[in-house]
T-cell receptor
Framework: GDSVIQMQGQVTLSENDFLFINCTYS??????LFWYVQYSGEGPQLLLQ?????NKGSSRGFEATYDKGTTSFHLQKTSVQEIDSAVYYC?????????????FGAGTKLSVKP | NSKVIQTPRYLVKGQGQKAKMRCIPE?????VFWYQQNKNNEFKFLIN????????QIDMTEKRFSAECPSNSPCSLEIQSSEAGDSALYLC?????????FGHGTKLSVL
């Protein structure tokens, strides 16, 4: 079945460090890929999404490229700030099935120290 | 700020009690989802609706949960007989097409 894998449960960085969060996916369908961010005490919110293979999505300095060859959608940011501290979820939705629910990875908790 | 409204924010129940939570989706969004998020931040899909009709649901939801999305009323998710393992954050999300818009969630504690 479909799956989304995030291996890093927790990442701790200092301000201005480079961020890289792994995400790989598995599906027999046609995925739209997402990154959601969840700040403490809130529900998740969309950070970025990409529908077409080999395209890049970007938002607020974050970037992710839908790499069909490696089935990956890694999240990157050149210089993190303390306000970026949150839990980041990679997610996937099969475009070929309108009834399906997006599948989420296990999440990566980012802590940025001042 | 999220326009998906979930109530209550916190819910405390004893084992065996009913636990009911509500969700007002964002206006114009035809699809509503319920997810359970455990203390390890993992998401479990429970059920989704398109307008008032169930699209998909998992076995657990079919057996112990009841959910509905009546027209002109909030959607609701109810656990018939709460268990300790049901303690979690219950997230409602609505969707116009692909992306999901989440509420703040209802944090259920089953003592």
């Amino acid at each position: 079945g479909d799956s989304v894998i995030q291996m890093q449960g927790q990442v701790t960085l200092s301000e201005n460090d480079f961020l890289f969060i792994n995400c790989t996916y598995s599906t027999t369908g046609y995925p739209t890929l997402f990154w959601y961010v969840q700040y403490s005490g809130e529900g998740p919110q969309l950070l970025l999404q990409v529908t077409t293979a080999n395209n890049k999505g970007s938002s607020r300095g974050f970037e992710a490229t839908y790499d069909k060859g490696t089935t990956s959608f890694h999240l990157q940011k050149t210089s993190v700030q303390e306000i970026d501290s949150a839990v980041y979820y990679c997610a996937m939705r099969d475009q070929s099935d309108n009834n399906n629910a997006p599948r989420f990875g296990a999440g990566t908790k980012l802590s940025v120290k001042p | 700020n999220s326009k998906v409204i979930q109530t209550p924010r916190y819910l405390v129940k004893g084992q065996g009690q009913k636990a009911k939570m509500r969700c007002i989706p964002e206006k114009g969004h035809p699809v509503v989802f319920w997810y359970q998020q455990n203390k390890n931040n993992e998401f479990k899909f429970l059920i989704n609706f398109q307008n008032q009709e169930v699209l998909q649901q998992i076995d657990m939801t079919e057996k112990r949960f009841s959910a509905e999305c009546p027209s002109n009323s909030p959607c609701s998710l109810e656990i018939q007989s709460s268990e300790a393992g049901d303690s979690a954050l219950y997230l409602c999300a609505s969707s116009p097409h692909e992306r999901l818009f989440f509420g703040h969630g209802t944090k259920l504690s089953v003592l």
